[in-house]
């Protein structure tokens, strides 16, 4: 399988970091520049026009996040509409900095709340509906001790939800943060073997190390498909 190393993080890569960018320390750290880095859109600490520049001049795709979810509430009898308003602030923020059709966004429900299948569903079927890439990404911890809070309402509404799966133009995909092997430089990253929820083998983006480097960036790898799917 090829994959693809790369990083994520609140902090902007083109932020100073000893005297040099953030995105230059992690190359000289890590032995190689990534070939993606992971960026929120909306929400706090949302990348800029000015910050993409930099990441593509640098031969770099973005992955991105919508992160403005997590201030958002939720209920089981609003959760379709909760989730639908979620995507489609996602699209709006998508739109104002052009990013192209067929990219695809993960919502990050990684921590802090719980969402429900509704929720999921809400999602999904307006990402799908929109020009950005399948039923949308969700970025969350499928491991088995967080059943409760991600795979039995993401797994809920996959099985329920026709929109939630298909092919690769229409099926849902995952962003796992799940297990954490521990910080590396990029020749020595694992070989591609995420947690996934029981009901979705699709996970294409693999979170496997936090706070690396001072706490500055997560490490990630990427199989083709969700490689291709970056901006």
Excluded at 25 to 37: K, S
Excluded at 136 to 155: D, E, L, Q, R, S
Excluded at 190 to 217: H, K, L, S
Aim: with cysteine; charged share 15%; glycine share 12%.
């Amino acid at each position: 399988m090829t994959t693809f190393w790369g990083v994520d993080s609140a902090q902007p890569a083109n932020s100073m970091v000893q005297n040099q960018t953030l995105f230059d320390f992690i190359t000289e750290q890590c032995g190689q520049p990534p070939a993606f880095w992971g960026r929120y859109i909306g929400g706090r600490f949302a990348l800029t026009a000015v910050e993409e520049k930099f990441l593509h001049d640098r031969g770099c795709r973005i992955l991105v996040v919508y992160n403005g979810t997590r201030n958002s509430p939720r209920s089981v009898q609003g959760g379709f509409a909760e989730g639908a308003n979620d995507a489609n602030k996602a699209i709006a923020a998508a739109q104002t900095l052009g990013i192209p059709g067929g990219v695809w966004i993960y919502a990050d429900v990684e921590s802090g709340w719980t969402p429900t299948p509704e929720w999921f569903a809400g999602w999904s079927d307006t990402m799908l509906n929109s020009q950005f890439g399948g039923a949308g990404g969700i970025y969350g911890n499928p491991h088995k001790t967080n059943a409760a809070n991600f795979n039995v309402p993401y797994c809920n509404a996959f099985n329920g939800d026709p929109n939630m799966r298909g092919t690769d133009q229409v099926a849902a995909y995952i962003f796992s943060s799940e297990p954490e092997p521990g910080c590396t430089t990029a020749a020595q990253a694992p070989a591609f073997a995420p947690d996934m929820p029981p009901c979705n083998p699709n996970t294409v983006i693999w979170q496997y190390a936090e706070n690396c480097f001072g706490g500055r960036v997560d490490e990630d790898l990427a199989n083709d498909a969700g490689f291709r799917s970056m901006w």
